[in-house]
C-alpha cells in the first residue's frame, strides 16, 4: 500500500512539472508576438490619482469647444386656464331632479346638465300671469277713460291716472318676464322645474352637485366648472437666483415624461410679483396650446433659455464616469499617472459627445474611455 501511494505522489509531481513548462511556454510565445502586457495599477494616497506601467494603452480624447446656451430646468404643474372656466350655476333654489352629466365629461354648448324643482319658479310665474292681468285691466280701463274723455264726460287729469296706470302694468310684466328668463325657467312650459344648460363647451373639471340635493341659489357653490382645455397654464416655481433667466413673452420648452418624443413651446405670460417666504420662490406662468397629452394636475419639466451664450466644453460621452452620484473624467498627468476630475456633466450632443459645464475647458486632454480605467484600477 505504501508503494503505492509513493508512487500516485512521484505521479502527481511529474505532471506538475509538465503543466508549469506549458504555462512557460504560453507566456514566452505572447512575448515573443509582441503583445504588451497587462497594465499594472500603481495606487496612490489620494484616490483621486493613479499611475499604470502603460499609459498608452488608454487613449486620449480632446475636449472640444462647445457654444451652448445657459439654460434652466424646473418642474411644473398643468392648471386650466382660469380665463377660460365657465361656472354653470342654478340661479333657482330648489331641490335638483336629475343629473345629466358628471365630473370629467366632455359636453357642448347648449347640452341639458341638469333639473331643478324650485319654488322659486313657480311664484315668478305665478307673479307674471297676475302681471299679464292687471295690464289686461289697466289696458281695458285706458280705453273707456279715453273714450269718455273724448266725449267730455271726464277731466284730463282722470284719463293721465288711467294712462299711468296701464304704462305701470306693462312695466310689471316686464319685469316678470325677465325675471323668469334669469331664474332659466321656459316661457312656453310654465311649470316649477328649470333646465339648466352648459354655457360653453368644454370639459367638466369640478362638480359639486349631486341629485337629489338641494340648491340655494347664488349662496350655492357652482353646480358645475367647464373649462377649455386647449389652452392650458403651467405653473412652476422659480427659485430667486434664478429669476434671470425667465423673462415675459419668451419661449420655454415643455417635456413630458410620459410623451418623451413630444416637443411642446410655451410663452411666459406672467411672473409672479411676491416671492414664497418659505422656500424663496417666484410664481411662473406659461401659456402653452394642449395638443390633447396635457391633462391637468400633471408634472412636467420646463426648460427657460438664457438670453446670453457662453463657451464650454464637450467630450466623448464614454470619457465621463459616473460613479457616486457624480461624474468624473480622468485626465493624464505626467509620469504615467491619471487624475480623476469631478465634472458637471450637461447634455448629449449630436455625435456621441456630452457637453461639460464646469470643470473641464476646451483643448483639455481626457481619456476616451473611463470606465476601462475605472476597471483596470479597482482590479
Not at 416655481?237 to 413630458?256: C, G, K, P, S, T
Not at 422656500?279 to 396650446?289: E, F, G, L, M, P
Request: one cysteine or more; glycine letters at 6%; proline letters at 6%.
Amino acid at each position: 500500500m505504501k508503494t503505492e501511494l509513493a508512487i500516485l505522489a512521484l505521479f502527481g509531481s511529474a505532471l506538475a512539472l509538465g503543466l508549469a513548462g506549458c504555462g512557460a511556454s504560453a507566456e514566452t510565445d505572447v512575448a515573443a508576438a509582441g503583445a504588451p502586457p497587462p497594465a499594472q495599477v500603481i495606487h496612490e494616497p489620494d484616490l483621486d490619482f493613479v499611475k499604470v506601467d502603460h499609459p498608452d494603452q488608454f487613449p486620449l480624447a480632446t475636449a472640444a469647444e462647445y457654444d451652448a446656451t445657459p439654460k434652466l430646468d424646473v418642474t411644473g404643474v398643468v392648471n386650466p386656464d382660469v380665463s377660460r372656466n365657465v361656472p354653470v350655476i342654478s340661479l333657482a333654489s330648489g331641490r335638483i331632479l336629475e343629473i345629466n352629466a358628471k365630473l370629467g365629461d366632455t359636453v357642448t354648448k347648449g347640452q341639458l346638465l341638469m333639473r331643478v324643482q324650485s319654488t322659486d319658479i313657480a311664484q315668478a310665474f305665478s307673479d307674471y300671469r297676475q302681471a299679464v292681468a292687471d295690464e289686461t285691466l289697466s289696458a281695458a280701463q285706458l280705453a273707456r277713460a279715453q273714450l269718455l274723455y273724448d266725449r267730455g264726460a271726464i277731466a284730463q287729469k282722470d284719463l293721465e291716472v288711467a294712462q299711468d296706470a296701464d304704462v305701470k302694468a306693462k312695466v310689471t310684466v316686464e319685469t316678470a318676464r325677465e325675471h323668469l328668463r334669469v331664474l332659466g325657467a321656459n316661457m312656453a312650459n310654465p311649470n316649477s322645474i328649470v333646465d339648466i344648460y352648459a354655457p360653453a363647451s368644454g370639459v367638466i373639471t369640478d362638480q359639486q352637485v349631486t341629485t337629489a340635493a338641494g340648491t340655494q341659489g347664488l349662496a350655492s357653490p357652482n353646480a358645475f366648472t367647464i373649462s377649455d382645455l386647449s389652452h392650458v397654464w403651467i405653473v412652476c416655481d422659480v427659485y430667486e437666483n434664478d429669476l434671470a433667466f425667465v423673462h415675459l413673452n419668451e419661449f420655454a420648452d415643455i417635456r413630458l415624461n410620459a410623451y418623451p418624443d413630444l416637443h411642446i413651446q410655451g410663452r411666459i405670460n406672467n411672473i409672479g410679483p411676491i416671492l414664497d417666504p418659505n422656500i424663496r420662490t417666484a410664481k411662473v406662468r406659461i401659456q402653452v396650446n394642449n395638443p390633447g397629452m396635457l391633462r391637468l394636475g400633471m408634472f412636467v419639466t420646463a426648460t427657460f433659455h438664457g438670453q446670453q451664450r457662453k463657451r464650454e466644453a464637450s467630450v466623448p460621452a464614454a470619457a465621463v464616469l459616473h460613479l457616486h452620484d457624480r461624474d468624473w473624467v480622468y485626465i493624464p498627468i505626467e509620469g504615467g499617472r491619471f487624475h480623476r476630475v469631478s465634472v458637471d456633466a450637461g447634455d448629449m450632443l449630436p455625435g456621441g459627445q456630452q457637453a461639460i459645464r464646469a470643470g473641464v475647458a476646451p483643448g483639455t486632454p481626457v481619456v476616451a474611455n473611463a470606465l476601462v480605467l475605472q476597471n483596470t484600477v479597482e482590479q
